[in-house]
């Protein structure tokens, strides 16, 4: 059981309150953070060194993690993080989900300090150059507790071994690391052309959780495009 206390406000734009004991930190991508009390110190690295920041960079993250550590002495300090767009916020505890959790690019929020935030490739190159936003993913590891963000409405799902579920690539928000995937072509021209899918999917093979999400960012910023009359 985590060690840290927490609390989750709001009903669709959902944000997350953690009173941090002395000497506790998280970890977060930059721009999560709305507010923290005194004795909350900031720390901005790259989390394992320039290759990490690069390879989180390249999976749509930011080069940089900030670490929040509570300094106050022997007082908890509670610090504000919050997703930037609707959505859910979902409390993990990693070490139930066998210490590993696979996370869409945009689905990270925070986590205990120790936890290591790394991008994670598909075995097949061709499938992350043309996968989609889904194919992108990081992984989570450790042992205590980490916060990911699901846009719109959170499902969660459980696999049986074999089980098999396809995903619009978008939409996965995160997974335990027994699951298997793959990136796979959506077949048929007219589907191609005319289902307003996407050329590809994302095939979860169980056992294990899964969590996701009906609104993805991508797909909210591309609905409010299409609203903004054109300027020609």
């Keep these: 059981m985590s060690t840290y206390d927490y609390n989750i406000e709001g009903s669709d734009l959902q944000m997350v309150e953690v009173s941090l004991k002395p ?9 999560a953070m709305i507010y923290m009390e005194n004795g909350i110190t900031m720390s901005t690295g ?9 390879k989180r960079m390249l999976g749509g993250g930011g080069f ?23 959505g859910k916020v979902i409390p993990i505890e990693l070490s139930e989900h066998g210490g590993q959790l ?14 290591k935030v790394e991008i994670a ?3 097949k190159f061709t499938a992350g150059l043309f996968g989609g936003d889904g194919f992108i993913l990081q992984r989570l590891t450790g042992n205590n507790l980490a916060f990911v963000h699901a846009g719109g409405t959170l499902i969660k799902k459980e696999l049986k071994a074999g089980e098999v579920l396809r995903v619009d ?9 027994s699951v298997q995937y793959e990136i796979m072509f959506v077949k048929g021209v007219s589907n191609i052309l005319f289902g307003g899918e996407g050329l590809f999917f994302i095939k979860l ?12 960012f991508a797909k909210l910023a591309h609905h409010i495009a299409m609203t903004i009359p054109s300027s020609k």
């Excluded at 790259?46 to 690069?54: H, I, K, P």
């Design 23 to 31: 000497g506790q930190g998280l970890c977060a991508e930059a721009g």
């Design 64 to 86: 940089f993690l900030t670490t929040f550590t509570n300094e106050a002495g022997n007082n908890n300090a509670k610090i504000g993080f919050a997703a930037p767009y609707p």
């Design 169 to 177: 690539t978008g939409c996965l928000a995160g997974f335990e690391a």
């Design 121 to 123: 490739f598909t075995k």
């Design 205 to 216: 093979t169980g056992p294990g959780k899964i969590y996701l999400q009906s609104m993805p």
């Design 102 to 115: 696979m996370a869409h690019k945009d689905s990270f929020l925070c986590a205990s300090s120790d936890t």
């Design 46 to 54: 790259t989390g394992g060194g320039l290759f990490s920041g690069f």
